[in-house]
T-cell receptor, first 111, second 116 residues
Framework: KQEVTQIPAALSVPEGENLVLNCSFTDSAIYNLQWFRQDPGKGLTSLLLIQSSQREQTSGRLNASLDKSSGRSTLYIAASQPGDSATYLCAVPSGTYKYIFGTGTRLKVLA | GAGVSQSPSNKVTEKGKDVELRCDPI?????LYWYRQSLGQGLEFLIYFQGNSAPDKSGLPSDRFSAERTGGSVSTLTIQRTQQEDSAVYLC??????????????FGDGTRLSIL
């Protein structure tokens, strides 16, 4: 049974810091891994999707890496801004389409 | 609006009443998902629709929950005889196709359901 864990559960950093969010999963036979952002009272916004054949994906100040063999992914946020404050979730498919989500990391970037 | 639309955004109802939640996916998306997000917990898969195939209902928590998707587009999630533990945010997502889950899911803003 696939299980997804995210560490830390919460993180508070001053503006401008670079930071890393961690995601681990128990079953390495995954097709892809997706990182999402969720703002309070909102749905999830897809940030990055890494295919199993890829090792990383980049979008602006965000970089996500995937190491299937160790069951880990990291989301790197460069030069953090207060607008980055949100909950970040990772998800992996269990089978071909049923996604299993972590419980997220609540990030607060202080101005 | 080109995004996933859910209605109502908030629903407060008394225990024992039936509720119906609606999801309009992005046009052309054949895959549609319903999730439940309870306070302090991760997203819980409820049901998955792909085109005209039989839906995967394996995540529905009890027979009080049902969902349908008409014409391969709009979906409704129905909860009968609601209980207080049904209180949660119900999120809908759609994607262009499944098949290895290779397409990103696009989420609506959810329906916040409160059972009194």
């Amino acid at each position: 049974k696939q299980e997804v864990t995210q560490i830390p559960a919460a993180l508070s950093v001053p503006e401008g810091e670079n930071l890393v969010l961690n995601c681990s999963f128990t079953d390495s036979a995954i097709y892809n891994l997706q990182w999402f952002r969720q703002d309070p009272g909102k749905g999830l916004t897809s940030l990055l999707l890494i295919q199993s054949s890829q090792r990383e994906q980049t979008s602006g100040r965000l970089n996500a890496s995937l190491d299937k063999s160790s069951g880990r992914s990291t989301l790197y946020i460069a030069a953090s801004q207060p607008g980055d404050s949100a909950t970040y979730l990772c998800a992996v498919p269990s089978g071909t389409y049923k996604y299993i989500f972590g419980t997220g990391t609540r990030l607060k970037v202080l101005a | 609006g080109a995004g996933v639309s859910q209605s109502p955004s908030n629903k407060v109802t008394e225990k024992g009443k039936d509720v119906e939640l609606r999801c309009d996916p992005i046009s052309g998306h054949t895959a549609l998902y319903w999730y439940r997000q309870s306070l302090g917990q991760g997203l819980e898969f409820l049901i998955y629709f792909q085109g005209n195939s039989a839906p995967d209902k394996s995540g529905l928590p009890s027979d009080r929950f049902s969902a349908e998707r008409t014409g391969g587009s709009v979906s409704t999630l129905t909860i009968q005889r609601t209980q207080q533990e049904d209180s949660a945010v119900y999120l809908c997502a759609s994607s262009q196709r499944s098949g290895g889950g290779s397409q990103p899911q696009h989420f609506g803003d959810g329906t916040r359901l409160s059972i009194l």
